[in-house]
Protein backbone atom coordinates (compact mmCIF):
# COMPACT_ATOMS: atom_id res chain seq x y z
CA UNK A 1 0.00 0.00 0.00
CA UNK A 2 2.54 2.39 0.65
CA UNK A 3 4.62 1.48 -2.81
CA UNK A 4 0.77 2.60 -4.31
CA UNK A 5 0.89 6.00 -2.78
CA UNK A 6 4.72 6.46 -3.38
CA UNK A 7 4.32 5.25 -6.81
CA UNK A 8 0.92 7.92 -7.11
CA UNK A 9 2.32 10.44 -6.10
CA UNK A 10 5.58 9.83 -7.98
CA UNK A 11 2.97 10.10 -10.96
CA UNK A 12 1.66 12.99 -10.06
CA UNK A 13 4.87 14.56 -9.78
CA UNK A 14 5.59 13.75 -13.35
CA UNK A 15 2.21 14.95 -14.64
CA UNK A 16 2.91 18.34 -12.62
CA UNK A 17 6.12 18.72 -13.68
CA UNK A 18 5.29 18.09 -17.48
CA UNK A 19 2.15 20.04 -17.10
CA UNK A 20 4.48 23.01 -15.67
CA UNK A 21 6.51 22.23 -18.41
CA UNK A 22 4.11 22.51 -20.95
CA UNK A 23 2.75 25.71 -19.66
CA UNK A 24 5.78 27.42 -20.20
CA UNK A 25 6.32 26.72 -24.04
CA UNK A 26 3.56 29.19 -24.91
CA UNK A 27 4.91 31.63 -22.41
CA UNK A 28 8.74 31.51 -23.77
CA UNK A 29 7.08 31.41 -27.79
CA UNK A 30 4.99 34.77 -26.69
CA UNK A 31 7.90 36.20 -25.41
CA UNK A 32 10.20 35.21 -28.07
CA UNK A 33 7.94 36.58 -30.43
CA UNK A 34 7.03 40.05 -29.20
CA UNK A 35 11.09 40.23 -28.52
CA UNK A 36 11.18 39.94 -32.68
CA UNK A 37 8.57 41.65 -33.21
CA UNK A 38 10.36 44.84 -31.14
CA UNK A 39 13.52 44.04 -32.58
CA UNK A 40 12.11 44.13 -36.16
CA UNK A 41 9.64 47.75 -35.42
CA UNK A 42 13.33 49.01 -34.34
CA UNK A 43 15.26 47.88 -37.44
CA UNK A 44 12.18 49.44 -39.71
CA UNK A 45 12.48 52.68 -37.41
CA UNK A 46 15.78 53.17 -38.28
CA UNK A 47 15.74 52.68 -41.85
CA UNK A 48 13.01 54.70 -42.07
CA UNK A 49 14.76 57.48 -40.44
CA UNK A 50 18.01 56.60 -42.37
CA UNK A 51 15.52 57.17 -45.33
CA UNK A 52 14.34 60.52 -44.64
CA UNK A 53 17.33 62.07 -43.75
CA UNK A 54 18.47 60.38 -47.15
CA UNK A 55 16.02 62.17 -48.66
CA UNK A 56 16.10 65.50 -46.81
CA UNK A 57 19.76 65.86 -47.75
CA UNK A 58 19.12 65.13 -50.92
CA UNK A 59 16.55 67.30 -51.18
CA UNK A 60 18.25 70.36 -49.15
CA UNK A 61 21.31 69.62 -52.68
CA UNK A 62 18.83 69.79 -55.29
CA UNK A 63 17.12 73.20 -53.56
CA UNK A 64 20.90 74.76 -52.88
CA UNK A 65 21.66 74.04 -56.29
CA UNK A 66 18.27 75.57 -57.67
CA UNK A 67 19.46 78.41 -55.86
CA UNK A 68 20.81 81.77 -57.70
CA UNK A 69 24.78 81.39 -57.65
CA UNK A 70 25.07 83.78 -55.38
CA UNK A 71 22.73 82.73 -52.68
CA UNK A 72 24.11 79.40 -52.87
CA UNK A 73 27.69 80.94 -52.23
CA UNK A 74 26.89 82.64 -49.40
CA UNK A 75 28.53 86.49 -51.80
CA UNK A 76 29.08 89.34 -49.86
CA UNK A 77 28.01 92.45 -51.67
CA UNK A 78 29.75 96.23 -50.61
CA UNK A 79 30.60 99.29 -52.16
CA UNK A 80 33.09 99.67 -54.85
CA UNK A 81 32.96 103.21 -54.34
CA UNK A 82 36.87 104.34 -53.11
CA UNK A 83 38.25 101.05 -52.45
CA UNK A 84 42.02 100.68 -52.86
CA UNK A 85 43.64 97.47 -54.10
CA UNK A 86 47.17 96.93 -55.34
CA UNK A 87 49.10 97.96 -57.82
CA UNK A 88 52.26 97.33 -59.56
CA UNK A 89 54.80 99.50 -61.43
CA UNK A 90 57.48 99.85 -63.72
CA UNK A 91 60.04 102.00 -65.37
CA UNK A 92 61.82 101.54 -69.12
CA UNK A 93 64.45 103.34 -70.33
CA UNK A 94 65.08 102.67 -74.40
CA UNK A 95 62.44 99.83 -73.96
CA UNK A 96 64.60 98.00 -71.10
CA UNK A 97 63.22 97.93 -68.09
CA UNK A 98 65.30 99.48 -64.92
CA UNK A 99 65.71 97.27 -61.91
CA UNK A 100 67.67 98.26 -58.46
CA UNK A 101 64.60 100.95 -57.59
CA UNK A 102 62.51 101.06 -54.95
CA UNK A 103 58.65 101.87 -55.49
CA UNK A 104 56.48 103.16 -52.68
CA UNK A 105 53.38 101.01 -51.79
CA UNK A 106 50.57 103.05 -53.52
CA UNK A 107 47.31 101.41 -54.29
CA UNK A 108 44.91 101.62 -57.11
CA UNK A 109 41.72 103.96 -55.68
CA UNK A 110 38.45 102.79 -57.86
CA UNK A 111 35.63 105.43 -57.92
CA UNK A 112 32.31 104.72 -59.79
CA UNK A 113 31.63 108.79 -60.88
CA UNK A 114 27.94 107.99 -62.41
CA UNK A 115 25.61 105.11 -63.22
CA UNK A 116 22.45 105.20 -65.27
CA UNK A 117 19.64 103.33 -67.21
CA UNK A 118 17.47 103.50 -69.81
CA UNK A 119 14.18 103.06 -71.06
CA UNK A 120 13.11 99.76 -72.21
CA UNK A 121 13.50 100.31 -76.24
CA UNK A 122 11.23 98.71 -78.89
CA UNK A 123 13.02 94.80 -78.34
CA UNK A 124 12.27 95.22 -74.43
CA UNK A 125 15.89 95.86 -73.74
CA UNK A 126 17.60 98.65 -71.31
CA UNK A 127 21.28 100.01 -71.69
CA UNK A 128 23.44 100.91 -68.04
CA UNK A 129 26.23 103.39 -68.75
CA UNK A 130 28.77 102.78 -66.14
CA UNK A 131 31.34 105.31 -65.71
CA UNK A 132 34.51 104.94 -63.05
CA UNK A 133 37.86 105.89 -62.81
CA UNK A 134 41.01 104.27 -61.08
CA UNK A 135 43.80 106.63 -60.07
CA UNK A 136 47.05 105.64 -59.23
CA UNK A 137 50.45 107.56 -57.57
CA UNK A 138 53.39 106.06 -59.43
CA UNK A 139 56.21 106.76 -56.57
CA UNK A 140 59.86 105.69 -57.25
CA UNK A 141 63.62 106.12 -55.67
CA UNK A 142 66.14 105.55 -58.37
CA UNK A 143 69.93 105.94 -57.55
CA UNK A 144 71.83 108.47 -60.37
CA UNK A 145 74.07 105.49 -60.63
CA UNK A 146 71.28 102.77 -61.50
CA UNK A 147 69.67 105.53 -64.32
CA UNK A 148 69.55 109.50 -64.02
CA UNK A 149 66.15 109.51 -65.88
CA UNK A 150 63.40 107.15 -67.82
CA UNK A 151 61.17 107.41 -70.96
CA UNK A 152 58.40 105.79 -69.85
CA UNK A 153 56.33 103.86 -67.18
CA UNK A 154 53.53 101.32 -66.85
CA UNK A 155 51.09 100.27 -63.92
CA UNK A 156 49.13 97.57 -63.59
CA UNK A 157 46.00 96.74 -61.81
CA UNK A 158 42.72 95.12 -61.60
CA UNK A 159 40.02 96.18 -63.91
CA UNK A 160 36.33 96.46 -63.46
CA UNK A 161 34.41 93.14 -64.70
CA UNK A 162 30.65 91.97 -65.26
CA UNK A 163 29.33 88.85 -63.79
CA UNK A 164 25.90 87.22 -63.59
CA UNK A 165 24.27 86.88 -60.25
CA UNK A 166 22.30 83.74 -61.25
CA UNK A 167 24.87 81.48 -62.74
CA UNK A 168 28.36 83.05 -61.76
CA UNK A 169 29.30 83.18 -65.21
CA UNK A 170 31.72 85.82 -66.39
CA UNK A 171 29.69 88.40 -68.38
CA UNK A 172 32.56 90.72 -69.69
CA UNK A 173 35.57 91.38 -68.65
CA UNK A 174 37.44 95.09 -69.24
CA UNK A 175 40.75 94.01 -70.05
CA UNK A 176 42.53 95.53 -73.43
CA UNK A 177 42.58 92.82 -75.91
CA UNK A 178 38.55 92.07 -74.80
CA UNK A 179 36.88 95.05 -74.37
CA UNK A 180 38.67 97.86 -76.11
CA UNK A 181 37.32 97.63 -79.70
CA UNK A 182 34.29 95.40 -80.26
CA UNK A 183 31.14 94.31 -78.38
CA UNK A 184 31.24 91.35 -75.85
CA UNK A 185 27.92 89.34 -76.24
CA UNK A 186 27.00 86.67 -74.08
CA UNK A 187 24.16 84.24 -72.58
CA UNK A 188 22.63 83.80 -69.60
CA UNK A 189 20.46 80.55 -69.13
CA UNK A 190 18.87 80.00 -65.69
CA UNK A 191 15.28 78.78 -64.56
CA UNK A 192 14.32 78.40 -68.00
CA UNK A 193 14.98 81.99 -68.81
CA UNK A 194 17.68 83.15 -71.51
CA UNK A 195 18.96 86.56 -71.49
CA UNK A 196 21.36 87.74 -74.05
CA UNK A 197 23.72 90.65 -72.60
CA UNK A 198 26.09 92.86 -74.82
CA UNK A 199 28.95 94.73 -73.02
CA UNK A 200 31.11 97.87 -75.36
CA UNK A 201 33.81 100.35 -73.77
CA UNK A 202 32.54 103.61 -75.20
CA UNK A 203 35.20 105.76 -73.48
CA UNK A 204 38.63 105.03 -72.54
CA UNK A 205 41.48 107.35 -71.15
CA UNK A 206 44.41 107.12 -69.64
CA UNK A 207 45.87 110.48 -68.43
CA UNK A 208 49.29 111.62 -66.33
CA UNK A 209 47.62 114.06 -63.92
CA UNK A 210 51.27 115.35 -62.87
CA UNK A 211 54.92 114.30 -63.00
CA UNK A 212 57.50 115.72 -60.23
CA UNK A 213 60.65 114.49 -59.83
CA UNK A 214 63.41 116.18 -56.81
CA UNK A 215 67.19 115.41 -55.56
CA UNK A 216 67.06 113.17 -51.79
CA UNK A 217 71.02 113.34 -51.63
CA UNK A 218 73.49 113.31 -54.44
CA UNK A 219 73.29 109.80 -54.94
CA UNK A 220 69.56 109.33 -55.18
CA UNK A 221 66.59 111.24 -56.87
CA UNK A 222 62.75 110.44 -56.57
CA UNK A 223 59.47 111.30 -58.83
CA UNK A 224 56.34 110.78 -58.51
CA UNK A 225 53.72 110.75 -61.50
CA UNK A 226 49.57 110.56 -60.77
CA UNK A 227 47.39 108.78 -63.77
CA UNK A 228 44.08 108.43 -63.69
CA UNK A 229 42.24 105.63 -66.22
CA UNK A 230 38.75 106.17 -66.96
CA UNK A 231 36.09 104.26 -68.67
CA UNK A 232 32.47 104.11 -69.57
CA UNK A 233 31.14 101.09 -70.21
CA UNK A 234 27.91 100.43 -71.63
CA UNK A 235 25.27 97.33 -70.74
CA UNK A 236 22.40 96.04 -73.00
CA UNK A 237 20.26 93.89 -71.02
CA UNK A 238 16.75 92.75 -71.45
CA UNK A 239 15.00 95.31 -69.06
CA UNK A 240 13.38 92.20 -66.64
CA UNK A 241 16.69 91.03 -65.96
CA UNK A 242 18.27 92.04 -62.90
CA UNK A 243 21.50 90.04 -62.32
CA UNK A 244 24.65 92.07 -63.23
CA UNK A 245 27.43 92.21 -60.81
CA UNK A 246 30.48 94.64 -60.96
CA UNK A 247 33.34 92.87 -59.55
CA UNK A 248 37.21 93.18 -58.88
CA UNK A 249 39.53 90.04 -58.36
CA UNK A 250 41.46 91.21 -55.63
CA UNK A 251 45.37 90.61 -57.28
CA UNK A 252 46.99 90.37 -53.37
CA UNK A 253 44.92 87.09 -53.68
CA UNK A 254 47.52 84.17 -54.03
CA UNK A 255 45.71 81.07 -55.43
CA UNK A 256 48.35 78.96 -57.80
CA UNK A 257 46.00 76.40 -58.01
CA UNK A 258 42.80 78.49 -59.21
CA UNK A 259 45.47 80.49 -61.56
CA UNK A 260 46.12 76.83 -63.30
CA UNK A 261 42.43 76.00 -63.85
CA UNK A 262 42.13 79.13 -65.60
CA UNK A 263 42.74 79.76 -68.94
CA UNK A 264 42.70 83.81 -68.60
CA UNK A 265 43.39 83.62 -72.36
CA UNK A 266 39.69 82.43 -72.39
CA UNK A 267 38.71 83.71 -69.64
CA UNK A 268 35.47 85.74 -70.85
CA UNK A 269 33.49 82.67 -70.64
CA UNK A 270 34.32 80.99 -67.88
CA UNK A 271 31.94 80.00 -65.27
CA UNK A 272 32.31 80.68 -61.46
CA UNK A 273 30.97 77.47 -60.14
CA UNK A 274 30.93 77.45 -56.33
CA UNK A 275 33.21 78.87 -54.20
CA UNK A 276 35.17 78.30 -50.72
CA UNK A 277 36.07 80.74 -48.32
CA UNK A 278 39.20 81.60 -49.71
CA UNK A 279 37.64 82.22 -53.09
CA UNK A 280 34.99 84.59 -51.58
CA UNK A 281 37.76 87.00 -50.16
CA UNK A 282 39.81 87.08 -52.98
CA UNK A 283 36.68 89.40 -55.05
CA UNK A 284 34.94 92.46 -54.38
CA UNK A 285 31.65 92.43 -55.50
CA UNK A 286 28.83 94.98 -56.08
CA UNK A 287 24.68 94.64 -57.63
CA UNK A 288 24.25 97.05 -60.16
CA UNK A 289 20.67 97.30 -59.26
CA UNK A 290 21.91 98.47 -56.04
CA UNK A 291 23.35 101.67 -57.86
CA UNK A 292 20.44 102.55 -59.72
Not at 171 to 176: K, N
Request: charge should be negative; include cysteine.
Amino acid sequence: MKNKIIAMLMASAVIMLSACSAAQEPAEAEASEEETTTVEESETEETTETTAAATETETEETTDMNLPWAERNGIVFESLQGIELPASDTIYQDGEVIEEVVFADNPAVYKITGITVSEPDEDGNVVYTLDYTIEHTLDVTIPYDVADSFSGSTYYMQLICVYDYYTGTVLAGTGTYILRDDPVVATVEYDGNVYEITTSVTEFSDECLSNDWWDIDDNTWECEKQYAMTWQLTITAPADYDGLILGIFDQDYDDEEDEEEINWEDWLTYDFGEFDEDDNEAYHFTLVKDLI
